[in-house]
């Protein structure tokens, strides 16, 4: 069970940067891969970003490769995303997640943060 916060949000101009934090707390220990996913109004949950427990991979959706970078500091429980050159098409509501095994899903989730992207 992890308890997850995310952190970093707010209303930021195009071709600003940000970085979001999401602190875990109880069994981070065993987790095997953490995520940054995001919704905007009207549209379906996607998939920003992810890495391993071990930080030694990272992915990332077509949509946000080259501008977002995923890490983490296991000591400090916290996961990050840093959002370079954003677009107005970057705003949402983004949501940390962790999940336990390689196959598994996603299935525990921070209550997520705004980031809104103005002209």
């Known amino acids: 069970q992890v308890l997850l916060v995310e952190s970093g949000g707010g209303l930021v101009q195009a071709g600003d940067s940000l970085r979001l934090s999401c602190v875990a707390s109880g069994r981070t220990d065993v987790t095997y891969a953490m995520g940054w996913f995001r919704q905007a109004p009207g549209k379906e949950r996607e998939f920003v970003a992810g890495?391993?427990?071990?930080?030694?991979?990272?992915w990332y959706a077509d949509s946000v490769k080259g501008r977002f970078t995923i890490s983490r500091d296991n000591a400090k429980n916290t996961v990050y995303l840093t959002l370079n050159s954003l677009n107005q098409e970057d705003t949402a509501v983004y949501y940390c997640?962790?999940?336990?095994?390689?196959?598994?899903?996603?299935?525990?989730w921070g209550q997520g943060t705004q980031v809104t992207v103005s002209s």
């Open positions: 890495c391993l427990r071990s930080g030694s991979a990272t």
């Open positions: 997640a962790a999940k336990f095994t390689r196959g598994s899903d996603f299935g525990f």
